[in-house]
């Protein structure tokens, strides 16, 4: 296991359709974090996960998105009748949390663009 | 609310010489901090992380500093070389487990 893998790299969309983002964390981690980042900014957190659950979700998150970690491994992150302001750099992240926080390993990241 | 920062957007710094990043907070319960540096197009990269029992710690041409006092928090880069341009940012985390980060510094290394 080399890293936090995410797929796809690039993903063009039209505006009202649907994605779908994967992030496969470093295999034993049990945190996942997704952020999305725009251009000039920091990452802005959207949702984490401690094993299958999730345990925050930002209230800057619309309706529209929707994460899941059903198994405690791989995580989706789902974006419904995209918008224009969703394009942006999706990023995951994972750590492995026990008492203490440590630091958290990032993805290459999902950079969308809805047209 | 509570928030990270950064006090220079842009840092230009000859390449040789040493270059000094400062983030301010302002969540006196944040007790873990990391410093990413984060290349065009790629996720960010973990470059050093310190808790708050420390006041420094050091790695390979790296130092973090942390002063609670002023919550201020500052990362040193000795003989900066060209693959050090890139935007670094700081981040904070505490009991609550997510990281939050603030908007970044561009390193610029001029030969």
């Known amino acids: ?115 | 609310g509570e928030s990270v920062g950064l006090h220079l957007p842009t840092l230009s710094v000859q390449e040789g010489d040493n270059s000094i990043i400062n983030c301010a907070y302002s969540n006196s319960a944040s007790d873990y901090f990391i410093w990413y540096k984060q290349e065009s197009g790629k996720g960010p990269q973990f470059i050093i992380d310190i808790r708050s029992n420390m006041d420094k710690r050091q790695g390979q041409r790296v130092t973090v500093l942390l002063n609670k006092t002023v919550k201020h928090l500052s990362l040193q880069i000795a003989a900066t070389q060209p693959g050090d341009s890139a935007v670094y940012f700081c981040a904070e985390a505490g009991s609550w487990g997510k990281f939050q980060f603030g908007a970044g510094t561009q390193v610029v290394v001029t030969p």
């Open chain 1, 1 to 115: 296991d080399t890293g936090v893998s995410q797929d796809p790299r690039h993903k063009i969309t039209k505006r009202g359709q649907n994605v779908t983002f994967r992030c496969d964390p470093i295999s034993e981690h049990n945190r996942l974090y997704w952020y999305r980042q725009t251009l000039g900014q920091g990452p802005e957190f959207l949702t984490y996960f401690q094993n299958e659950a999730q345990l925050e979700k930002s209230r800057l998150l619309s309706d529209r998105f929707s994460a899941e970690r059903p198994k405690g491994s791989f995580s989706t992150l789902e974006i419904q009748r995209t918008e224009q302001g969703d394009s942006a750099m999706y990023l995951c992240a994972s750590s492995l949390n026990n008492a203490l926080n440590t630091e958290a390993f990032f993805g290459q990241g999902t950079r969308l663009t809805v047209v």
